[in-house]
């Protein structure tokens, strides 16, 4: 059975900051990861997908990469802002191809201070 | 183009109650599912429609069912309500590899 967990659950960083949000996954055998954000009581933003076949993905200050046969991926944030403050969410893809179910982490709530 | 959108935004019912939430996906897509949200946890899988089947379901009892009509909007019910239902009940559209998100639907059960 496929298991997400995020580490840390909380962080608090000074704006400014570079910052790299964790994700790890029981089970290699993944379609595809697609991180995500969220702010309170809200829906889901997708921020990055990745596929099984690649190592990474960067849209402007975010990059995420992925490593299969280790079960991780990471977030990186580069020069934080209060505006990235909110609840990070990382999914993985395995069985049903590509429209399989989404399986996720608790997530990881970032609050970047001014 | 408009996204995902889900309708109500919120609503209260009375525990043993029946609940219905729509949800109609971003154009073009053909596979819709659902998601359960309990406060300070990830999303948790309840099923997936696709060609108006239910092709995919997760851990959920029968209480909870589903429909998918031909312009592929989708419908999420819910009968004999507990107060553990309470949750934020997200809607996702997908084509290929990529799921969207709607802003959920906040259940409250009293």
């Known amino acids: 059975k496929q298991e997400v967990t995020q580490i840390p659950a909380a962080l608090s960083v000074p704006e400014g900051e570079n910052l790299v949000l964790n994700c790890s996954f029981t089970?290699?055998?993944?379609?595809?990861l697609q991180w995500f954000r969220q702010d309170p009581g809200k829906g889901l933003t997708s921020l990055l997908l990745?596929?099984?076949?690649?190592r990474e993905q960067t849209s402007g200050r975010l990059n995420a990469s992925l490593d299969k046969s280790s079960g991780r991926s990471t977030l990186y944030i580069a020069a934080s802002q209060p505006g990235d403050s909110a609840t990070y969410l990382c999914a993985v893809r395995s069985d049903g191809g590509s429209q399989g179910n989404l399986i996720f982490g608790k997530g990881t709530k970032l609050s970047v201070k001014p | 183009d408009a996204g995902v959108t889900q309708s109500p935004t919120h609503l209260i019912k009375t525990r043993g109650q029946q609940v219905t939430l729509r949800c109609s996906p971003k154009s073009g897509h053909d596979t819709v599912s659902w998601y359960q949200q309990a406060l300070g946890q990830g999303p948790q899988f309840i099923f997936q429609y696709y060609e108006e089947e239910e092709r995919q379901r997760g851990n959920f009892p029968d209480r909870f069912s589903g429909h998918q009509f031909p312009n592929y909007s989708s419908e999420l019910n819910v009968n004999a309500l507990l107060l553990g239902d309470s949750a934020l009940y997200l809607c996702a559209s997908s084509r290929d590899w990529e799921a969207f998100f709607g802003q959920g639907t906040r259940l409250t059960v009293v």
């Open positions: 990745i596929q099984s076949s690649q």
């Open positions: 089970d290699s055998a993944i379609y595809n």
